[in-house]
């Protein structure tokens, strides 16, 4: 097979997915945990309709009974240093915050 | 700079401010307002890192900061999404090797 | 603390008109935006919109978005730009990452409008540089005023494959053809035949099956598809391109939904997996209403009014709108809605609308 690459963040091929699925992987979660598909920076977010195409012609179900996958907080990157630094939003009057 | 739009049927194009950000060393002439992407692309430049497995080069592809494939080395930090960081003068951008900065990379080796 | 009646977010179109008419009612409204400037899609559209006053026709997108800021404002909202949500909990609270660090806000409804994200498509060769969505292609040439490239390909002629086409060929690329794997363009005919009248060939039951290249895109080979949607043998043909526009529909960006526990269910005629809401863009989660794309992809007319609907809901939940005024005004929205889902691409969008608000889907 020609590479094709599907998760493009963590570079994980059509091939890969295959593979996994041809042992057994029927979800999202489970090819996730076994290529790193949908676990690098965008988390997902691009290849999760991908994946789950590949899995609905696979295992003939529609697309549906794999999405949306597993989403978790942050569901866009923030630093430890935000995540720490969380605070109250404060009192104010009118204005805008840019 | 073959790749600036000069004229357009139905937008203005207005005159900004025009300064230097330097890519690999190599200065480049920027406008405010606008991305580090939107400089590079302006100039011909397509591949901003490798990736780590395959070594590929990546440039655009969203475009709105959710994929990041467009990540560089930015005033030395690495990962920073070009695509959605606003450039400013003496700006440092430099073609990233991997998921971190040239730095690290030399760790790596040892 | 201060707890806001209403925090959107999202302003895009529709999170705009829902602060705006929430505002109006007397709430307080935050509006949290991740990018540094608002609009959402408007603000990288130059063509003029067409139809009815209340959406603003004869106007182009950056400018509809700039008016609708200016009322937002007006209206008494506040804004935060710059400004990502990152958190949604039970008890009301919004955590995002913004200029002044992180924050956590607290409201008694919140309206999300996260709009949809462009659909990614792989082949051998997709992420060459080179290869980027048609979304990508707008917000260089219309925005930034740089071409991403000279030589094009698109691939997709829904109405964003066709009018980017048509930007794309106005800033000065050439656009050498629109491949669209279906028998039929997908996009409103009108739209096709402008790009058709500018020398752009769009090559039905057509796709990429390859992308070749170095450093970057150098060209593609394009093949024939049979009834089946599978390529025909022996017809394939290189196209040499530096740019590869991909334009295959959006997903609603639901992720701040599901993890405010929104029930999702799927219709793939307005994008696929999108939180279930009714009528007055209720999600099964009583703080969260949602508009716009997020609630299925259609366009910036129907997440105005969607906006309108979610906001005077929200006005009128809160106690801050009395029942009549509330109906009289849901009553306009819905007819104007009416009208914006009808004809053949409209009235399809209306079924799946309606299939969602009645919840025919059970089990997904």
New interface residues.
Partial sequence: MEREIICRCEEVTREEIMDAIRMGDASLSAIKRRTRAGMGFCQGRTCRKLIARILSAYYHMPVSSFLPGSIRMPVTPISLGELADLKDGAEEEGGERK | MLFRIKEHPVLEIPEVRKFNIFYNGEPLEAYEGETVAATLLAHGVKAFRRTERFHEPRGIFCGIGQCTDCIMEVDGKPNVRTCVTLVHPGMVVRTQEGCSGENEAKHDNL | ??TYDVVVVGAGPAGLSASIEAAKSGCSVLLLD???RPGGQLYKQ??KFFGMKEHYAGS?GFEIADLLFARA?EA?V???????????FPDGSI?A??????????ASLIILATGA????L???G????????A???Q????V???????EIVMVGSGNVGLIVSYQLM???ADVKMIVEAMPEVSGYLVHAGKVRRMGVPILLSHTIV?AVGT???EAVDIAELDEKMQPVPGKTERVPCDTVCISVGF?PR???A??GKCR?V?EPVLG??LPWHNENMQTSMDRILIAGDLSGVEEASTALDEGRMAGTYAAYKLGRMKKEEFETEKAAIMKRLDILRSGPFGSRRKEAKKSVWEDRNFG?
């Fill in positions: 603390m201060i991740e990018n540094p130059i063509h182009r404002g008494g506040k804004v935060s730009l710059n400004t990502k949500v990152w958190g949604i955590t990452s913004g200029p002044e660090g992180s924050i956590r806000y607290k994200s462009e659909n990614a792989s082949f051998p997709s992420t060459l540089p080179g290869i980027i969505t979304g990508a292609a917000t260089f040439a219309n930034y005023h740089v071409l991403p490239g000279k106005q800033a000065g390859r450093d970057h895109l997903s639901l992720d701040l599901d993890v999702i799927y696929g997996m997904t």
